[in-house]
């Protein structure tokens, strides 16, 4: 059944675990996170960004929800826009069905240039009034997602923004993020930590300085009952970048956000935990070996049905990892 991200994130609160949010643009990768979701029985969001509706079609995006829900009735599903750039954008999402959206204001509507804070303020809050009218939750951001190793945005992907960001721009201020939850009354606040969206965040093994865990606790303190959301957090395993590369993948060593650093996140307060280049990779790595072990091969269910399998895996170690599992 479909839930909204309020009553789901309020009894992980309750319960202390954490939720990974997974991106979805295919069939495929919504079959690999329901199969995960019901062989956990731990409920779980799957969100859709501004790419995924352009390249499934909101139709097809909305059939294909509506299609996972009846062939899993028993796993509470929240089905989220991923960073939402204005407020159409949102609200196209609630009028096909989405029970939950992130405004980002953070960045403007370019999805690239950092916003004051008042803008922020504005764009959020004005979504958030909305939205709650018609009983959808929203989450807000403060801070800009970027390197701190670089002092930039991840280029790549088209989400990173430009020119170079300091330290305190770039992560979120405690008292502000008190502020800005009061002003907006936003379900869930995305923090920026140094995290950065797709493969490379981190040319080492993360530690405090490039990954600032401890302003996750500092905005806990100041702000006990809201529900924390980490972007960027696909931990990008060891395992994952070999089997890439072992089937002809070209991908210099890099490193994500280590697991448990997520699950002391969940400690003090994040709920929510965006992950999708984990999923991308194992999907990856997996059609690559197809073609490269089979090179006769040309059905596709033959390439996708493992990567499906592949993709499953990721899930069930998040969602066991988080504690989502046996929640739904
Ligand atoms: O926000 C980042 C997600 O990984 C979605 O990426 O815009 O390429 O679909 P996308
Ligand atoms: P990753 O690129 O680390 O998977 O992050 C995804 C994300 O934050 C989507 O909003
Ligand atoms: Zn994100």
Known sequence: ???????????????????????????????????????????VIIQASRGARQYAGDLMLAKLIEGLQALYPEIPICMHQDHGNNAATCLSAIQHGFTSVMMDGSLGEDGKTPTEYDYNVDVTKKVTEMAHMVGASVEGELGCLGSLETGSGEAEDGHGFEGKLDREKLLTDPDQAAEFVAETKVDALAVAIGTSHGAYKFTQKPTGDVLAMNVIEAIHKKLPDTHLVMHGSSSVPQELQEEFNKWGGEMPQTYGVPVDEIVRGIKHGVRKVNIDTDLRIACAATLRRVATEDKSQFDPRKFLKPAVAAMKEVCVARLEAFGTAGWA
């Open 1 to 43: 059944a479909l839930i909204t991200l309020r009553q789901l994130l309020d009894h992980a609160a309750e319960h202390d675990y954490g939720v990974p949010a997974f991106n979805i643009n295919n069939m495929e990768q919504g079959l690999a996170i329901c199969q995960a979701a019901k062989q956990t029985d731990a409920p």
